[in-house]
């Protein structure tokens, strides 16, 4: 593992983001790169994945029954490595900066609630989280691991070889093992409508929760990029909105990023080397 504080094309950034972080009031804003040491990979970093088949989109779900099944049976799969997917250093050095009272908040683009198992307390998920099931129906919100249950109890034959998991939770499955596969409705009014919790390709970020986080960008003293490209709207916007209000921003990403001409820091190293430097 490299040293990330002998390297000398490095000690000027990390030296500027512990400057950054003792000052306090910081905002995290991390994205899938963070948990790709905890075995989840990203789609745009150096252990990014291409998909063979496009990511569900809203419009699919709520339309298509066999669109429905083809997304259950392949996030029935990669819900299991998604639950046993367990925190990195990066996550807990995250967690260690807010218990340090470094921080005036968390915003994730990521699904996999592992900034919450590293002991993170006060984490806005942007994209929504995995471990949630929502009725787009009635509104009714259930434990993922419920679902997961019934699904289990309908499926008890169902197998299939991964052909590789996706950062949303879902995986590569062949065609052919998705026949059969039955999915389960919402227990409160019975709708098939039945989804994760997560912000699909071409849904909305609800709006209070995207207020909760220009909230955040306003109170912040700095922004701290982690793990993310910021390719998707979604998370840039607050980037865009705290460079342009004067509010320092610092990344930490393995490869190019969409913020970097906004960035008075950039660091581009793993994050489970360069954070934990910056907690200890």
Same mark, same amino acid.
């Given at each position: 593992m490299t040293d990330v504080l002998a390297d000398p094309r490095l000690t000027d950034g990390v030296a500027a983001l512990r400057?950054?972080?003792? =000052?306090?009031? &910081?905002?995290v804003l991390s994205?899938?790169?963070l948990s790709t040491e905890s075995g989840i990979p990203d789609y745009r970093g150096p252990t990014?994945?291409? #998909?063979?088949?496009?990511?569900?989109?809203?419009?699919?779900? &709520?339309?298509?029954?066999a669109a429905r099944q083809r997304y259950w049976a392949r996030s029935y799969v990669g819900w299991r490595q998604?639950?046993?997917?367990? !925190?990195?250093a990066g996550h807990h050095a995250v967690a260690a900066f807010e218990s340090a009272d470094l921080l005036c908040g968390i915003v994730t683009q990521n699904v996999?609630?592992?900034h919450q198992a590293a002991g993170a307390r006060e984490v806005v998920e942007l994209h929504g989280g995995l471990d949630r099931t929502l009725c787009v129906e009635?509104?009714? +919100?259930? !434990?993922?691991?419920?679902?997961?249950? #019934?699904?289990s109890a309908l499926n008890p034959d169902f197998g299939a070889q991964v052909q590789g998991i996706n950062p949303d939770g879902d995986v590569e499955l062949p065609d052919a093992a998705l026949d059969g596969f039955v999915t389960a409705g919402c227990t409160a009014c019975g709708s098939d409508l039945l989804k994760p919790d997560v912000v699909f390709f071409g849904e909305n970020v609800p709006p209070a929760r995207v207020r909760r986080c220009f909230d955040?960008?306003? #109170?912040? #003293?700095?922004?701290? &990029?982690? =793990?993310?490209?910021?390719?998707?709207?979604?998370?840039? +916007?607050? &980037? +865009?909105?705290?460079?342009? +209000?004067?509010i320092p921003v610092?990344?930490?990403n393995q490869g190019p990023t969409r913020g970097d001409d906004l960035a008075s820091v950039r660091v581009d190293a793993p994050l489970g080397e360069v954070l934990p430097s910056l907690a200890g």
């Open positions: 400057t950054l972080l003792a =000052g306090g009031d &910081v905002l994205g899938a790169g990014g994945t291409l #998909r063979r088949n496009a990511p569900m989109t809203y419009h699919s779900f &709520v339309t298509d029954p998604i639950v046993d997917a367990r !925190p990195n996999d609630g592992l009635c509104g009714h +919100r259930a !434990p993922r691991a419920a679902l997961d249950q #019934r699904l955040l960008v306003d #109170r912040a #003293r700095g922004i701290l &990029v982690l =793990g993310s490209s910021l390719a998707v709207l979604s998370g840039f +916007r607050f &980037v +865009r909105a705290a460079a342009g +209000r004067g610092a990344i930490v």
